[in-house]
């Protein structure tokens, strides 16, 4: 069974920094993406950032520029350093591992998430 078990988050106030961390109970490169969501009070799940099994990045353009998503093979972790924070960026953080590639069979696998609130 996969177990994805995030870390880092917290409270901080506008423009300050945290970096998230997840860490996978076997090898992140057995894993087709790896990615990071967040689900915000009262709105839906949306993805953060992404990173596949080859390097490739993707980011939801509210986070392009301010973060950035990195692994460490030796660690099993995937990481999203965040700056300059923003209010709207408060939210629940989910960690995502995805085996498979559509239309072929998926299997995704979600951690407990972990809170991150911007206030001043």
């Known amino acids: 069974q996969v177990q994805l078990v995030e870390s880092g988050g917290g409270l901080v106030q506008p423009g300050g920094s945290l970096r998230l961390s997840c860490a996978a109970s076997?090898?992140?490169?057995?894993?087709?993406?790896m990615g990071w969501y967040r689900q915000a009070l009262g709105k839906q799940r949306e993805l953060v950032a992404g990173m596949n099994r080859e390097g490739r990045t993707n980011y939801a353009d509210s986070a392009r520029g301010r973060f950035a998503i990195s692994r460490d093979s030796a660690k099993n972790t995937v990481y999203l350093q965040m700056s300059r924070l923003k209010l709207e960026d408060t939210a629940l953080y989910y960690c995502?591992?995805?085996?498979?590639?559509?239309?072929?069979?998926?299997?995704?696998?979600w951690g407990q998430g972990t809170q991150v609130t911007v206030a001043s």
């Open positions: 995502n591992a995805r085996s498979g590639v559509p239309p072929g069979p998926v299997s995704d696998y």
């Open positions: 076997e090898s992140i490169f057995s894993f087709n993406v």
